[in-house]
C-alpha cells in the first residue's frame, strides 16, 4: 500500500491566494483526518469525515477554511484567502473502524505551506 | 473528557544510555494509547499502542511502554539509544465514546548525543 499521500509536498504563496491541499487516504479507510502543526500550537485536528461525510468541523479556524471529501479516495483543504498566519505543515490521516481498528491512524508526509 | 500531558518537552541522553519519556493521560472511558514519532520534517509514525490487551506493549525499534491504570501513566521506554532515535514523541490519547479523535499530547524533543 502506497499510504496516505499528500500534495503538493511544499508551497509558497501570496497572502491573499487560494491554496488548495490534496489528500488520498488508503484504500478501504473510511475516517480522513486533517490536522496542522505549528510551534506555537502543536498538532490540532481541523475536521473529519466519516464515508466522505464531515463529523466535526469544530477545528477549522475560521470561514477562509473549507474542506471537502467528494468520494472515498480524494479530500482537499482549502484556504481562501490565505494569511501568513495559515503558515504551517498540514497533514492528513486516515483509519479504518470498520476493522474493528482501535482507532490508529495512518498520517501522510505533510504540506508545508509557507504565506508570505 | 480526555487529554494528555507529556512531562517533559525536551529529553537528553548520550548513546547507549536509556530512555525514558513519561506521559500521564485522563480519560472518562477505557483509553486506546499511542505513541508516534516524528522525525525532522517527516510526517508521523506509529511506534505502538495500548488497546486494553497487556499492559506492557512492544512497539518498532526497540521502544516499549507499560500501561499503568493506578497511575494514569503510559511511559515510553527504551533500554538503550541510538543516534537515529533523536526526534519528536507524541503521546496520543484516543477521543473514546465511539470516536476516532485522538488527543495529542504537545511532544517531546528527544536529543541523542554521540
Known amino acids: 500500500d502506497a499510504g496516505v499521500i499528500q500534495s503538493p509536498r511544499h508551497e509558497v504563496t501570496e497572502m491573499g491566494q487560494e491554496v488548495t491541499l490534496r489528500c488520498k487516504p488508503i484504500?478501504?479507510?473510511?475516517?480522513l483526518f486533517w490536522y496542522r502543526q505549528t510551534m506555537m500550537r502543536g498538532l490540532e485536528l481541523l475536521i473529519y469525515?466519516?464515508?466522505?461525510?464531515?463529523?466535526?468541523d469544530s477545528g477549522m479556524p475560521e470561514d477562509r477554511f473549507s474542506a471537502k471529501m467528494p468520494n472515498a479516495s480524494f479530500s482537499t483543504l482549502k484556504i481562501q484567502p490565505s494569511e501568513p498566519r495559515d503558515s504551517a505543515v498540514y497533514f492528513c490521516?486516515?483509519?479504518?473502524?470498520?476493522?474493528?481498528?482501535?482507532?490508529?491512524?495512518?498520517f501522510g508526509p505533510g504540506t508545508r505551506l509557507t504565506v508570505t | 473528557a480526555q487529554s494528555v500531558t507529556q512531562l517533559d518537552s525536551h529529553v537528553s541522553v548520550s548513546e547507549g544510555t536509556p530512555v525514558l519519556l513519561r506521559c500521564n493521560y485522563s480519560?472518562?472511558?477505557?483509553?486506546?494509547l499511542f505513541w508516534y514519532v516524528q522525525h525532522p520534517n517527516k510526517g508521523l509514525q506509529l511506534l505502538l499502542k495500548?488497546?486494553?490487551?497487556?499492559?506492557l506493549v512492544k512497539g518498532i525499534n526497540g521502544f516499549e511502554a507499560e500501561f499503568k491504570k493506578s497511575e494514569t501513566s503510559f511511559h515510553l521506554t527504551k533500554p538503550s539509544a541510538h543516534m537515529s532515535d533523536a526526534a519528536e514523541y507524541f503521546c496520543?490519547?484516543?477521543?473514546?465514546?465511539?470516536?476516532?479523535?485522538?488527543?495529542f499530547g504537545a511532544g517531546t524533543r528527544l536529543a541523542v548525543h554521540p
Open positions: 496520543v490519547v484516543s477521543g473514546g465514546g465511539g470516536y476516532n479523535k485522538l488527543i
Open positions: 480519560s472518562s472511558y477505557s483509553p486506546s
Open positions: 469525515f466519516n464515508n466522505n461525510v464531515p463529523i466535526d
Open positions: 484504500s478501504g479507510h473510511d475516517y
Open positions: 495500548y488497546t486494553s490487551a497487556a499492559t
Open positions: 490521516a486516515s483509519t479504518n473502524r470498520r476493522a474493528g481498528g482501535n482507532y490508529e491512524q495512518y
